[in-house]
Every structure is written in structure tokens, then in C-alpha cells.
């Protein structure tokens, strides 16, 4: 798309000459500060820095063209991408790297495009460049908002799979589609927003049988790049979710303590993480206001999980409990995970349930 000339010049040369000239700023500065950023003409929800980086699974990046055709920039060796136009998925993208892929061939008119982030990469840094050709002012934010903080079963970790052992049908990463977990669906059918922030195998206190001692999902979740210690999202002011559902505690207790653990025993390992359950709703509470409604949120019918959390919630006497054990569930997904037809049981159980809080959207 050609720029407006201004004297036989594009409009944006012209702005950086006028910056320099008004106010004595370098030339270099002033074409930075002119330059457009990656999020400009898309909509996120998700946790993205300024300049287009992210780790968190879900994330996704909505916009609006015209003409026949668009290119999405990225730059993510390690993630998979679903590209979708109107509505309806053209391309699934798999480790691309560095990359503008085009679509083209589209009827000549107006066209909504999405590009998402399918898997889990909290090793790596993917980046977004923004939508290129006949781009129109991005969508408006939605009104409604979600947040979803979890585990593998909030990822949506292995649910494309039709089998528990998915090492022969392309492994967990290929296999993994946030987009399609209960969360995702969920708030679609809501009109909402939302971040997917889950991060499989890490639980409230302990991770998935004792792994990376002294770390748990608490650790990781005020960043936006998952891999760089001490980060933290910088919420641009337009993230302030009128609902938040927790799913913690599955890799807290579902693998028994080992020899040298901090919790000699299971008791321990309980009030612990009852402990830091309690201190983790109070930083929810300070960074979103009491007006924001918790959801804690368990998978089994029973047990000890199911318990922790019955009594942080009866504890609590703020948040509302969400028991979705349920005996259609097959869990075929990728070792034993949640199917994809799980996943669209959950999300209408959910949507359900958020129907009856009465919440103030």
C-alpha cells in the first residue's frame, strides 16, 4: 500500500524531517519513534511485550485487511501456528522461524485474519511482526475478559491426539492445541478475551514428581517471557479480567513425595500448598481488584487434590469452587490428558457455570 506524499515525499520521511527540525531530536530517534510497532494494526489479549515477544501458550494476534490477500510476520523456531481467515483455519505452521507467510487467493473484499499460537514453548521466545499488505485498524478490544492459569489440562497439552502414547503420531508439540482447550472455547463462546497462561507440570508448590526443586508454576507467573529470570509483564492498563479460573494442584499430588523433599510428609505438603494458595488469590485480589471473580477449579470427583481445594475455597469464603470431574471424560489425549473431545465437554460445563455467577460483564 503506497504512503501519502507530501511534496512529491511519503508522509512518514516528512514527520521524522519535521520532529528533527522542531525539537532537535537525531534523525535515527526521531524515524524510531515514528515507526509503527507490531501490535499497531493487531489485537492481542495475550501477555506480549511492546516489541511483539511472548512465551505463554494461546497467545494470539487478531486483525482486519482488505484485498485478496495478507502476510503474518514471525519469527519462532520452536511453536506451532494455526492462521485463520474469517473464521475458518487455511495454514498450520510448525516451527517456522523466521517467516512472512502469505495468504492469498482470497476473494476481493474485507477480511478478518487471527494467527495463534498452538504449543508450549516456555524454553523459547516467539516473536510477532505485525500483519503486512492493505491493513485496517485493528479490532476493538472485547469487553469480556478471562484469564485461565493452569497446568498441562488448562494447555490443552496432547489433545489432538487419538491415543495416550502420541510418540508415534507426532509427539506432544504437534499434538498440543491451545486454541482448542476448554479455556479457549469457553470464552469464544462467551465473547470474551483471555490469556492461557499454563505451564504443564508445575504445580502450586511442587512440580511433577519433585522436578526443579524449589521452583513451582509461582515461580513463572508474572513473566511474559516464560525463559528470563525476574521478567515481568508490563499489563498495558487494557488487561483487567472480570473472571479468573484456576486449575493448580493436579502435579502438586499426583505423584508420591520422594526421599529429600521439603515436605517429610503428606500432611506438610497440604498446608503448604493451602499456604500458598491463600497468598496467591491475596496477589490476584491486589493486581486485579476485589471486583474480579476466582474460580478454583479441580478435575476429580475425590481425593486429596479435590480436598486441598474444597477448604482453600471453604477458607477463603471469596472465591467459588468448580468440581468438573465428570464420567464421560476419556482423557485419550497425549498420556492420559484430556482429549479433544474433553476439551469441548469442559468448555460447555464451564460455560455453563460462569452463566450462573451472575457476573457483571
Not at 502414547?165 to 469464544?188: I, K, M, P, Y
Amino acid at each position: 500500500m503506497s504512503r501519502p506524499l507530501i511534496g512529491g515525499r511519503s508522509l512518514r520521511p516528512a514527520l521524522v524531517l519535521l520532529l528533527t527540525a522542531l525539537v532537535g531530536v537525531p534523525a535515527a530517534q526521531a524515524q524510531a519513534q515514528a515507526a509503527p510497532g507490531p501490535l499497531d494494526r493487531a489485537h492481542t489479549a495475550g501477555r506480549v511485550t511492546k516489541s511483539g515477544q511472548y512465551s505463554w501458550p494461546g497467545v494470539y494476534f487478531e486483525g482486519r485487511f482488505r484485498g485478496t490477500g495478507v502476510g503474518v510476520v514471525l519469527n519462532d523456531a520452536a511453536s506451532y501456528y494455526d492462521v485463520q481467515i474469517d473464521g475458518r483455519t487455511v495454514a498450520t505452521l510448525a516451527k517456522p522461524g523466521r517467516i512472512t507467510y502469505r495468504v492469498r487467493n482470497l476473494s476481493n473484499g474485507e477480511h478478518r485474519v487471527r494467527v495463534v499460537k498452538r504449543s508450549e514453548s516456555p524454553w523459547a521466545v516467539g516473536e510477532f511482526g505485525g500483519f503486512v499488505g492493505a491493513v485496517l485498524p485493528k479490532p476493538p478490544d472485547r469487553r469480556r475478559q478471562i484469564e485461565f492459569i493452569g497446568d498441562s489440562l488448562t494447555a490443552g497439552y496432547g489433545n489432538l491426539s487419538t491415543t495416550r502414547d502420541c510418540s508415534a503420531n507426532g509427539g506432544v508439540d504437534q499434538n498440543t492445541n491451545a486454541d482448542l482447550g476448554f479455556g479457549a472455547l469457553a470464552a469464544r463462546a462467551l465473547g470474551a478475551d483471555y490469556q492461557v497462561n499454563a505451564f504443564s507440570g508445575r504445580g502450586m508448590v511442587r512440580n511433577y514428581n519433585g522436578g526443579e526443586p524449589g521452583t513451582s508454576y509461582r515461580t513463572y507467573y508474572e513473566r511474559a517471557l516464560l525463559n528470563v529470570d525476574g521478567d515481568v509483564w508490563q499489563n498495558p492498563g487494557t488487561w483487567r479480567p472480570q473472571l479468573v479460573v484456576i486449575g493448580l494442584g493436579t502435579n502438586d499430588f499426583s505423584t508420591a513425595l520422594r526421599p529429600g523433599e521439603q515436605w517429610p510428609t503428606p500432611e506438610s505438603l497440604v498446608a503448604a500448598y493451602k499456604s500458598a494458595y491463600h497468598g496467591f488469590l491475596d496477589g490476584l485480589r491486589a493486581r486485579y481488584g476485589p471486583r474480579t471473580t476466582i474460580v478454583v477449579s479441580v478435575p476429580e470427583a475425590s481425593g486429596v487434590f479435590a480436598d486441598a481445594v474444597r477448604e482453600v475455597a471453604r477458607e477463603d469464603g471469596r472465591v467459588r469452587y468448580w468440581n468438573y470431574a465428570d464420567p464421560a471424560l476419556d482423557r485419550l489425549g497425549c498420556d492420559w490428558h484430556f482429549s479433544q473431545r474433553d476439551h469441548r465437554l469442559i468448555s460447555g460445563l464451564l460455560t455453563d457455570y460462569v452463566a450462573g455467577l451472575g457476573l457483571a460483564w
